[in-house]
Every structure is written in C-alpha cells, then in structure tokens.
C-alpha cells in the first residue's frame, strides 16, 4: 500500500480535482465531517481557508492519497480502518475530513483531506515526520490485510536521528547502528505490553531500564547500557498523555533516575562479566584436566577393549584379595557371576555402576550408601577403599567422627573442586543418555548431600540429578549466547 500526501492551499482548485469527472472514470464524495456546509465541497474547503487567514497559515490542507498494488482490493470496512489509521498516527483524529473515491482503469483509489486548522487553539497543527509516519501505517496495513510490501520513494532506509542522539553516540563512543537498534527495541516492547509492568519486564529483557525524565514535557524515558537516555515520547512518536495512561499501574517513586538506572545496569553487567569469567576459569580446568587424564584413559580403555563382551561381576567378590583379581579365572566361574549380575540388574537396578580398575559392580543406591559409610569410617588404603564401595553399603546415616579444624580452601581449591564436579556430571550425564554403565570415580566426586539423595532415592533420582544438570547448561548456553 501507498501512502502519499502534501500541505496545500487553494481550497477551490482541490475541490474541481477531487471531483474531476473527466480525468477519472468515476469520482464519488463519500465523507464529509465537521463542516458547516456539507452540500458543496468547494464552499466548505473555501470556509477553510478563510479560518486559516486568522492564524496566518497558507498551506490548510492535509491532502492524502491511499491506492494499492495491482490486481489487489480491499473491502469497505478495510478501507475505512485504512483512513482511520493514518489519521490516528497523524493525530488528527477531531479534524473537519473529506473522502473521495476514484476509480481509473478499474482500480480504485481515495483521498482524504483534513484541515490543519486547530479552531480551539486558533492556530495551525503541525505534523512532524509524517513520511514515517505514513510509511509505518502502510507496513502495519498491509501485515494486517496480507497485501504486497510497496517502498514509496520517500521511505527512509535509516531511521533518522536527532542531533543530540548523534552527539551521544559519538561521545561513548559507539556505533550508531546500536541507537537504531535499540529505539527499534523500545517501540517493539512498547507495542507488545499493555500496562508499565510488562513494559519494565520487555525491556529488562534487552538490558534496559525504564528512568524518570528532567520535565514534564518528558516524564518517562529509557537508560540503555551506555548511559544513554531515550525520550518515550521522540522514541514512540506519541503524546505525553498516552505514555503517562500506559504506565499508570507503575509507582513513580519506585522508577529510578536516569543515573540510578545507569548504576544498576552497570551493577548488572558487571555481575554478568564476573560469571562468565568464573565459567571460562572453570571450563578451562575442566579441558586442562581432561587433557591430562587422556593418556590414563586411553591405556585404561585398550585392555578393556581386549576383554570379552560380557557384563561386569557384582559386588559378592569384593572380599577377594588383590592377588585373586590379578589372577585370570576360570571361564565357567566368570559366566556364572555374569549371570547373577544381570539377574540383580533385571530384579531392582536399572543403572549399574562400575570401578573400571577392579570391576566390580554395583547399583546406584547400594554404591552411594557404601560411598557415605566410607567417608565416615576415613578407611585407608586405595585398593582396600575402593573395593569397600561395593560390599553393600547400609542405608543407615553415618555420622562422621570429629576431626580437627581444617584451613580454609583456597580460590584454586574450590575452583578445582567445582571444575571435577562438573566433568563428573557431564560424564554421568552421557553415560545416561548412551545406556552405559556409570564410572564410580565420577560418583565419588559427588559431594555427600548428593550421595544420600542417591542413597535415598536410586535411579529415580540419578534421572533427576541428570535433567537438572543438561537444564542448567542449557541457560549458560542461552546467558553466553546474549
């Protein structure tokens, strides 16, 4: 849709176009509004112009054209709320108006025509912008009623900025494509909420704040990252008083200043900065780690792999003395605790877990409590402990004995811990997700309070412990990606 207009005078020539019956096929005067004298055109455009001598105006009349593609139409009621549009983003809603149907070639196509005169004010309006305004009109219009995107030549391909926005910008400095942005943002949110708190919650989305202006003139506005102010009412292209009926639900007392608001988005990011560092510091000790451990788990995994297919022992034989696991067994012996382990499995547990070193297996429940019964007895001895995890393990609290006060952690310690905790759980998670059996290194990395919960609840709350860990590395992907 097309959208064109201009300021003029001559109320009489307008008339003899509008109406012109020989340039045009047809020429119907649909609408006249708020004239005195509505049975002559050209009498009411010439009263007009006689009220625009008084405020010394010589241009009364908005003149507006609306005409579309070929081969496409509306309805009259569309037409209407075509008219009805444009005047409403001009702001000449209470203006005397004509409309004027013409029909050239079988096409169709109106003009409508306001007075520019403000009879209570006595003076001329003005309509600042009004190419944009227009050309924003036609894309909602044709959006709405699924026509054809038309470019009038004067559509901007740059939204234009003010002096001061320029300065601003400059000042940051920054690049003003970002002021575009973020004005284009602003309308966007503001178009989407009804009421001041959906507004405040649209624009934190974006990292921006709503402020209290300097004036009455301009109450609100918005604090974007760099300090920069953006006046609603230049912003939106609206009245004070429309800005001032959307945000009636907020409390202006609560509505920081422009510097507040600067502060607090400050704060923000520097909060944002801090967790990211944490997670690249955490990220990098986890891959330092995994590269170090490659060596280890390569030769780990070749002897493995030389193994017979078959399913791991389970916990019975965890009394066998480190000479017996060396030894090699009897193959008929092998086959028939494999088959009590997969007898075990089909009975209770779906998980099973498995210290890669000795063999042994043992379920996530059972693993978990004989875990916690070793860190309260302090056991010593690696082989000795690691063959304790799979002897059952009780269901019972354990409390630990007393021990003498530790020195705090260092920032390296707690780094280092969390960094093993998170290769723990990814591995656990892929495990999960691949139906292998789990590593019993990777749940005793656990700490304690996860270990009960395991304890407790088995593999129903392993799936639990899963979901949450794949969850929240889902939204530091989404938080890296902003």
């Given at each position: 849709m097309i959208i064109g207009a201009n300021k003029r005078g001559n109320g009489g020539q307008l008339a003899g176009y509008l109406l012109n019956q020989e340039k045009n096929e047809h020429a119907e005067l649909l609408e006249m509004r708020g004239f005195a004298?509505?049975?002559?055109?050209?009498?009411?455009?010439?009263c007009i112009e006689l009220e625009a001598m008084q405020t010394n105006g010589t241009k009364p009349f908005y003149h507006c054209w609306l005409r579309l593609d070929?081969?496409?139409?509306?309805?009259?009621?569309?037409?209407?709320?075509?008219?009805?549009?444009?005047?409403?983003?001009?702001?000449?809603?209470?203006?005397?108006?004509?409309?004027?149907?013409?029909?050239?070639?079988?096409?169709?196509?109106?003009?409508?025509?306001?007075?520019?005169?403000?009879?209570?004010?006595?003076?001329m309006i003005e309509i600042p912008f009004d190419g944009m305004r227009r050309t924003e009109v036609a894309r909602k219009l044709e959006k709405e009623f699924g026509l054809r995107k038309?470019?009038?030549?004067?559509?901007?391909?740059?939204?234009?900025?003010?002096?001061?926005?320029?300065?601003?910008?400059?000042r940051t400095p920054?690049?003003?494509?970002?002021?575009?942005?973020?004005?284009?943002?602003?309308?966007?949110?503001?178009?989407?909420?009804?009421?001041?708190?959906?507004?405040?919650?649209?624009?934190?989305?974006?990292?921006?704040?709503?402020?209290?202006?300097?004036?009455?003139?301009?109450?609100?506005?918005?604090?974007?990252?760099?300090?920069?102010?953006?006046?609603l009412t230049r912003t939106l292209d609206a009245r004070a008083k429309e800005v001032r009926g959307k945000l009636a639900d907020l409390d202006c007392e609560q509505i920081p200043s422009v510097e507040q608001a600067h502060e607090r988005l400050q704060e923000r990011q520097a909060e944002r900065e801090r967790k990211t560092e944490d997670e690249r510091q955490a990220d990098a000790a986890i891959q330092k780690d995994g590269e170090a451990r490659e060596p280890e788990r390569k030769g780990q995994e070749e002897p493995t792999q030389a193994k017979e297919p078959a399913a791991q022992p389970v916990h019975h034989e965890a009394n066998r003395t480190e000479?017996?696991?060396?030894?090699?067994?009897?193959?008929?012996e092998r086959?028939?605790?494999?088959t009590d382990a997969r007898a075990a499995s089909a009975e209770g547990d779906r998980f099973r877990v498995i210290d890669r070193e000795s063999g042994l297996a043992s379920g996530v429940s059972a693993f978990a409590g004989a875990a916690l019964d070793y860190i309260a007895t302090q056991a010593e001895g690696v082989i000795e402990g690691i063959a304790s995890l799979f002897d059952g393990g009780s269901t019972a609290l354990r409390v630990p004995k007393q021990e003498s006060a530790r020195a705090p952690k260092s920032a390296l310690q707690r780094l280092q811990e969390r960094a093993a905790k998170e290769r723990a759980l990814r591995n656990i998670s892929q495990s999960v997700q691949r139906g292998d059996d789990l590593n019993a290194a990777d749940l005793q990395v656990l700490p304690p309070a996860e270990l009960e919960r395991l304890r407790d609840g088995g593999d129903e709350y392993l799936m639990r412990l899963v979901r949450r860990y794949e969850r929240e590395r889902e939204d530091r992907g989404r938080e890296r990606e902003r």
């Open positions: 004298d509505t049975g002559n055109l050209k009498s009411a455009l010439n070929e081969g496409e139409t509306l309805t009259a009621a569309q037409w209407q709320k075509s008219f009805a549009s444009v005047e409403r983003r001009l702001h000449l809603e209470d203006q005397a108006r004509v409309v004027v149907e013409h029909q050239l070639q079988g096409e169709k196509h109106y003009h409508v025509v306001w007075s520019l005169v403000d009879r209570e004010r006595g003076q038309l470019a009038p030549a004067h559509e901007p391909e740059k939204e234009r900025l003010r002096r001061e926005e320029w300065q601003q910008a400059e920054r690049d003003v494509a970002e002021v575009r942005d973020t004005k284009a943002t602003i309308r966007a949110a503001w178009q989407r909420s009804d009421n001041g708190a959906a507004f405040c919650a649209a624009l934190e989305e974006h990292r921006l704040l709503l402020a209290i202006g300097d004036s009455q003139r301009q109450p609100f506005g918005v604090v974007d990252e760099h300090g920069q102010f953006h006046v000479a017996s696991r060396a030894a090699p067994e009897p193959v008929h086959d028939a605790r494999d």
